[in-house]
């Protein structure tokens, strides 16, 4: 898989480059264009002109025979100044390019290679942004974090292949369940993170319940003699619930996640979210459909 992304990297990168040397060679050929037919017009409007000048008998000649050398001279000049509006033209594309390429380059600074899900460097970028975010707009945000358990023994008894396909299936149940606008990131190995902007601590333990019940029903790797199931550990913390700064908030969730790893269950619901029978409709909320 990682073969086959940097071979797709690096066709990417030899069309990329193709296009930017034929822009080259397109900006060139324009330029030569320009510089060619201003000196053939000079040299021929001075060709016919100086003859004339030298024949000239009457006094009125002289002027008009300069005026009419000057036609072909200006009109060399409207079509020096449309050659450069192309030029013009062909440098914006060119630098619109670019940008796109830059563009590029940088989703995929910001991605795991295995997995196509955001790396940690992103999510912490993304974390300080939404903190600050959420401090100045008084809002809500929750951060989740998973660690998947018994990687080494998956990859001691069945290979480092295996473990990398329940890594990649892992992230796909983690985005499947997110919405657009939450940002789930591999932080390392195992490890992985969740930020949900807007969300509030129902939604975050909704999405932890909903992570934690799909890998308990679904093999993370199946093949016609293995079955593989394995299981995840969850920390839930948020903003103002669950700290006041993003490292208070990480280091609430790691704990919360610790405990999961220990415990074997989700850490218990607060009071306060354990709603009556007959309320839990409305826990069917955007973000409990991951829409």
């Known amino acids: 898989m990682q073969d086959a992304m940097s071979n797709h990297n690096s066709v990417n990168h030899e069309g990329e480059t193709s296009r930017e040397e034929s822009t080259s060679r397109e900006e060139s050929m324009i330029r030569r264009v320009a510089w060619a037919g201003g000196f053939a017009v000079t040299v021929a409007t001075l060709a016919l002109l100086v003859p004339l000048l030298m024949s000239a008998q009457q006094q009125w000649q002289y002027p008009v025979y300069s005026a009419l050398g000057g036609i072909p001279l200006a009109y060399a000049l409207f079509c020096s100044l449309v050659i450069f509006r192309m030029q013009v033209t062909v440098l914006n594309r060119h630098e619109a390019q670019l940008l796109i390429r830059v563009s590029e380059l940088k989703e995929m600074a910001a991605r795991d290679e295995m997995t196509g899900m955001y790396n940690r460097r992103h999510f912490y970028e993304v974390a300080e942004v939404e903190m600050a975010?959420?401090?100045?707009?008084?809002?809500?945000?929750?951060?989740?974090?998973?660690?998947l358990d018994g990687l080494k023994t998956i990859?001691?008894?069945?290979?480092?292949?295996?473990?990398?396909?329940?890594?990649?299936?892992?992230?796909?149940?983690?985005?499947?369940?997110?919405?657009?606008?939450?940002?789930?990131?591999?932080?390392?190995?195992?490890?992985?993170?969740?930020?949900?902007?807007?969300?509030?601590?129902?939604?975050?333990?909704?999405?932890?319940?909903?992570?934690?019940?799909?890998?308990?029903?679904?093999?993370?790797?199946?093949?016609?003699?293995?079955?593989?199931?394995?299981?995840?550990?969850?920390?839930?913390?948020?903003?103002?619930?669950?700290?006041?700064?993003?490292?208070?908030?990480?280091?609430?969730?790691?704990?919360?996640?610790?405990?999961?790893?220990?415990?074997?269950?989700?850490?218990?619901?607060?009071?306060?979210?354990?709603?009556?029978?007959?309320?839990?409709?409305?826990?069917?909320?955007?973000?409990?459909?991951?829409?």
């Open 133 to 147: 975010r959420a401090q100045s707009r008084r809002d809500n945000l929750s951060i989740l974090l998973l660690d």
């Open 155 to 291: 990859n001691d008894e069945y290979g480092h292949g295996v473990g990398d396909v329940v890594i990649t299936s892992l992230a796909g149940v983690i985005s499947r369940h997110i919405r657009g606008s939450d940002v789930a990131a591999r932080l390392g190995g195992d490890e992985f993170g969740i930020i949900m902007p807007g969300t509030d601590k129902r939604g975050a333990f909704a999405l932890a319940q909903r992570l934690w019940e799909e890998m308990e029903r679904t093999p993370m790797h199946q093949d016609d003699s293995t079955e593989l199931m394995v299981t995840v550990s969850i920390g839930v913390a948020g903003y103002p619930w669950g700290g006041d700064s993003l490292e208070e908030m990480l280091h609430w969730a790691d704990a919360d996640m610790y405990a999961n790893k220990v415990s074997r269950r989700l850490p218990e619901r607060p009071a306060e979210l354990i709603l009556e029978e007959e309320d839990t409709s409305t826990l069917i909320d955007d973000y409990v459909l991951g829409n």
